[in-house]
């Protein structure tokens, strides 16, 4: 007999809750605010409307179902069923810190704080998860988004719905050997402060950012397209090292490969430092389309 559905309820603690982890009582934390020029009041009204959302998406879960909640950081060390609906409630980021750890499951992202998150990620309300959830488990009515991954030679394996970056931990500068074509057509030694690989729907952030800083006439890929675009930051010309393949796009089975010349490189993705592939000389590592897609109901 098959298991009914398990709701995963996502979150992440407030920035009142946090205030309240740094400074212990409501009242020291307002003492550091208003001593800086800012309200408590405003982070207080956005900690209610997270936490109302939140109570409101644990309510609408059928009676039928199974539900539990994991806070964002505890995702890597959270075991997801394949029978799972993934409610993310809380802002378009924390779909994405999600994502990486899924293998298919339904996700259905509620905004907990309309106008204030674009909403790209997180599309619907509180107040609509009573009929969203059923229609999620049905398996229907899902974007296909397409993510990115990288693979080390020592089997590191890394998911990310919009970036990955690879680079030095620090402000240091990362050095590299950078390949790309069919059997490593085209390689080039670097020196920069880092490269990002991304999806369709990283370029509406970071992405973007680099994109259209350097005035790039690539076309950016769409959510759903099966295409990365890539970009080399800040790479150095030197007598050792080029300038030459600083960004490009890839479709399909295409692969950028990078051998690290440096003491330590990591590559994380999305943001979360702290799940990160840890990369050493002579290391390679294989950035291409991941064959797991994100499906987001829309």
Request: glycine residues 10%; proline residues 5%; negative net charge.
């Amino acid at each position: 007999m098959s298991l009914a559905p398990r709701a995963v309820l996502v979150h992440r603690a407030t920035e009142y809750e946090e205030l309240l982890a740094r400074h212990g009582t409501h009242g020291q934390a307002d003492f550091f605010l208003s001593s800086r020029g800012r309200s408590i009041q405003e982070v207080t009204e956005r900690h209610h409307r997270a936490r109302r959302a939140l109570a409101d998406v644990a309510a609408a879960v059928p009676l039928a179902w199974r539900q539990t909640r994991v806070e964002r950081a505890d995702l890597d060390r959270f075991l997801f069923g394949p029978e799972d609906v993934v409610v993310v409630v809380g802002q378009d980021g924390l779909v994405a810190n999600a994502a990486k750890y899924l293998s298919g499951q339904p996700v259905v992202g509620i905004d907990t704080d309309p106008g204030r998150n674009p909403g790209v990620l997180v599309r619907h309300r509180a107040a609509d998860a009573a009929k969203l959830l059923p229609a999620a488990a049905s398996g229907g009515g899902v974007d296909e988004l397409t993510m990115v991954e990288a693979v080390a030679d020592d089997t590191q394996r890394l998911l990310a719905l919009n970036e990955i970056y690879l680079g030095p931990p620090g402000h240091q500068t990362a050095r590299y050997r950078l390949s790309t074509g069919a059997d490593a057509a085209r390689t080039e030694p670097q020196a920069s402060s880092g490269v990002l690989v991304g999806t369709g729907t990283g370029a509406t952030g970071w992405l973007r950012s680099v994109w259209q800083q350097r005035g790039s006439s690539l076309p950016l890929p769409g959510p759903a397209d099966a295409q990365l675009i890539w970009f080399v930051r800040e790479a150095w010309p030197s007598p050792a090292t080029g300038t030459t393949l600083v960004e490009g796009v890839l479709a399909h089975a295409e692969r950028l490969r990078l051998t690290v010349e440096s003491d330590r490189l990591v590559a994380f993705g999305d943001g979360i430092e702290t799940d990160a592939l840890h990369l050493t000389w002579g290391q390679t590592v294989r950035l291409g389309i991941a064959g797991t897609a994100l499906r987001l109901l829309h």
